[in-house]
Antibody
Framework: QAHLVQSGAEVKKPGTSVTVSCKTS????????IYWVRQAPGQGLEWMGW????????KYSQNFQGRVAITRDTSASTSYLELGSLRSDDTAVYYC???????????WGQGTLVTVSS | QSVLTQPPSVSGAPGQRVTISCTGS?????????VHWYQQLPGAAPKLLVY???SRPSGVPDRFSGSKSGTSASLAITGLQPEDEGDYYC?????????????FGGGTKLTVL
């Protein structure tokens, strides 16, 4: 059974950056994709990007191009999301999740609340 | 505005059947990409409910079923129960900008009357 544990809540000032970690266990990390999805308060799900944990290939939503980076540390079975140039509308719960065939998002982390406020 | 369109809300009484639609286009559902459905209960992370248009992960009751036709998909819930109340999202992929962009529907709030 896959298990994804994310880092704790963050409060950031506008213009700065945040890094959220996602430590996985219970499966072979390099055999699956990791997805990052966010949810603003009272809003729906928004895809940010994914990483092929095996070869490190990434794909990002056009909505975040230039200020998002997804990386992974295979030795730690952990993925990281970095989002820069933070704005108040980046306030959201950020989720990491494990991909399952055929392109579904099977197991989700508990979410990390990032609050952007001056 | 979401690429996949869902009704904002649906409701039904316990025991009834409800359906949630997910309408896309030729660059996503109509292009042959699979549709997946997620359930998000209040205060919780989303949970995979249906994958590959109509398959259920182990542990998901057969009261939940998915289907797809053309550029649309649907989630049906039979024998509605109070604990089904929450938000439901469809998800697929889109190739209008580049291949394998993940797209979600805007979500549907299910109320059990």
């Amino acid at each position: 059974q896959a298990h994804l544990v994310q880092s704790g809540a963050e409060v950031k000032k506008p213009g700065t950056s945040v890094t959220v970690s996602c430590k996985t266990s219970g499966y072979t990390f390099t055999n699956y994709f990791i997805y990052w999805v966010r949810q603003a308060p009272g809003q729906g799900l928004e895809w940010m990007g994914w990483i092929n944990a095996g070869n490190g290939d990434t794909k990002y939503s056009q909505n975040f191009q230039g200020r998002v980076a997804i990386t992974r540390d295979t030795s730690a079975s952990t993925s990281y999301l970095e989002l820069g140039s933070l704005r108040s509308d980046d306030t959201a719960v950020y989720y990491c999740a494990k991909g399952v065939l055929p392109g579904a998002i099977g197991y989700w982390g508990q979410g990390t609340l990032v609050t952007v406020s001056s | 505005q979401s690429v996949l369109t869902q009704p904002p809300s649906v409701s039904g009484a316990p025991g009834q059947r409800v359906t949630i639609s997910c309408t896309g286009s030729s660059t996503n559902i109509g292009a042959g990409y699979d549709v997946h459905w997620y359930q998000q209960l209040p205060g919780a992370a989303p949970k995979l409910l249906v994958y590959g248009d109509s398959s259920r992960p182990s542990g998901v009751p057969d009261r939940f079923s998915g289907s797809k036709s053309g550029t649309s998909a649907s989630l049906a819930i039979t024998g509605l129960q109070p604990e089904d109340e929450g938000d439901y999202y469809c998800q697929s992929y889109d190739n209008s900008l580049s291949d394998w962009d993940v797209v979600f529907g805007g979500g549907t709030k299910l109320t059990v009357l």
